[in-house]
């Protein structure tokens, strides 16, 4: 979290190692360090300013603001995270698309978006994968999502191609219901096709159920995928509705507070 620098100190005589040391320093003995190397500082500077200008390249447009921020996206349906699974369903083709919500990091700004923009919201380059899964699985897969409800935690699933409702109240394992994929109730022995980031197929924020899966497919990386999909498809149809949550129990007050302060920004 960039709170501390290590320095490591080792001393080498005859190729063998005769002393070794390590620590942390804060930001005011950074400083006491002295100048930077001079040629390291060029390079650097120099793929900074590249960077920077491939960050900045314009790749959409959107309309409206869509909130992705940590107290939303891990505890409860966002429409940036129904706008991240359309683009991912889209683009495999599956019947079915879920991210997590903690891999989603910030928001989707209005008007001009950018690489940068881009990169801020899915920042782990994870790839895009289909495979096969059965409705029982599924299902099992929703239940991990909302169990820690209403604690805002990254398995939280953003969902594309179905709907459900849940309820806190009820046991863990029996939280979800009204399943439906396209429409149609979930047959718990039917063989569906969902699209994931790898992330979750590797178990991932405890989706360990779909660690074992058939995989179908390998695409791109997800904020890829985005960015083609923004630019193809753009933003249409996001709106929340895809989870229906029975027993709402409201944000802390604390957390209220910044997200109605991120809205006002955005408005």
Same mark, same amino acid.
């Given at each position: ?5 290590? !320095? ?12 070794? !040391? ?36 314009? %790749? ?31 683009? *495999? ?71 459900? *409702? ?61 960015? =083609?999909?923004?630019?193809? %498809? ?13 027993? %709402?129990?409201?944000?802390? =007050? ?5 997200? =109605? ?7």
């Amino acid at each position: 979290y960039e709170h501390n620098l290590g !320095q490591v100190t080792v001393e080498v005589d005859d190729k063998k190692i005769i002393s070794k !040391q390590a620590k942390l320093l804060n930001a005011a003995e950074v400083e006491k360090l002295g100048e930077p190397d001079k040629k390291i500082l060029k390079s650097v500077t120099k793929i900074e300013k590249h960077f920077q200008q491939y960050l900045g390249q314009v %790749v959409a447009q959107s309309d409206k603001f869509l909130i992705g921020e940590r107290a939303i996206a891990r505890r409860e349906e966002c429409e940036l995270g129904n706008l991240i699974t359309d683009a991912l369903r889209w683009k *495999s083709t599956a019947d079915v698309a879920i991210i997590n919500g903690g891999g989603i990091r910030t928001s989707l700004p209005k008007g001009q978006i950018t690489r940068g923009d881009i990169f801020a919201i899915l920042p782990f380059q994870n790839k895009l994968m289909k495979a096969e899964i059965d409705g029982k699985t599924l299902r099992e897969a929703l239940e991990h999502g909302v169990k820690f409800y209403p604690d805002a935690v990254g398995g939280f699933p953003q969902v594309s191609g179905l709907t459900f *409702s849940f309820d806190c109240k009820k046991p863990e394992g029996q939280r979800t219901s009204e399943i439906f994929v396209d429409g149609k109730p979930l047959d718990e022995n039917k063989i569906y096709t969902i699209a994931a980031p790898d992330f979750l197929f590797e178990g991932g924020d405890g989706y360990t159920m779909l660690k074992d899966l058939k995989i179908l497919a390998e695409f791109d990386t997800a904020e890829n995928v985005l960015m =083609e999909y923004l630019k193809k %498809v753009g933003i249409k149809n996001v709106e929340v509705g895809r989870i229906k949550n029975l027993n %709402v129990v409201p944000l802390p =007050e604390d957390e209220a507070e910044k997200i =109605e302060e991120v809205l006002r920004k955005n408005s």
